[in-house]
């Protein structure tokens, strides 16, 4: 293991990426590689870096868990009062992240943010675990709060709250998704000339593609 942070580098070298392996669609490759993201056995293949950005451009990011995709968008699900529910208020865009360190692949999604309806928070809320509904209820996400003791109490009395498992939806608590405007795939080549394949959304609707010097 090198001590020095700036030895630590790694070639890439598994495989490559043409204009001419890419997709007309970009939900279509992006469904591709998931795909093989999956036969390759990724390790939580849906975890995702999520940035967002305050009103006066403050950037922030985190890791989320997607939940769905198809050609509306990116779906993940969370506490609205959060401090992500906050900041897509106020600036209502996003960029996603994956990386796939097994298959040596990025991809980025730009683009801006809705909610999704009600029905749809629904169905996903009523497919978690027990444990995690109770969470949603018992969790302020992103407030200060005084110590792990008062987080399991308050878990304590949600559960006392909902004695027979019929554990609702919290008002505060919902999906949303990632409309993208812009896509991008890396797949990661020797020397650091790694392929990079675009595809910006234009007017009518269409997908421009386009290589990006690495």
Known sequence: MPNNIADIRKDYKLRSLSENDSLPDPFAQFDKWWKEALDAGVEEPNAMTLATASADGMPDARIVLLKGFDTTGFT?????????????????????????????????????????SGKESDDYFNSRPEGSRIGAWASPQSQAIANREWLEENEKKMREQFPDGAIERPPHWGGYRVRPTRIEFWQGRPSRLHDRIQYNLQIKGDWKIERLAP
Do not use: H, M
């Not at 897509?88 to 990386?99: D, Q």
């Open 76 to 116: 993940f699900f969370t506490n609205y009062d959060s401090a992500k529910g906050a900041q897509l208020l106020e600036n209502p865009r996003a960029c996603l992240v994956f990386f796939w360190r097994e298959l040596e692949r990025q991809v980025r999604i730009s683009g801006l943010v809705v909610t999704v």
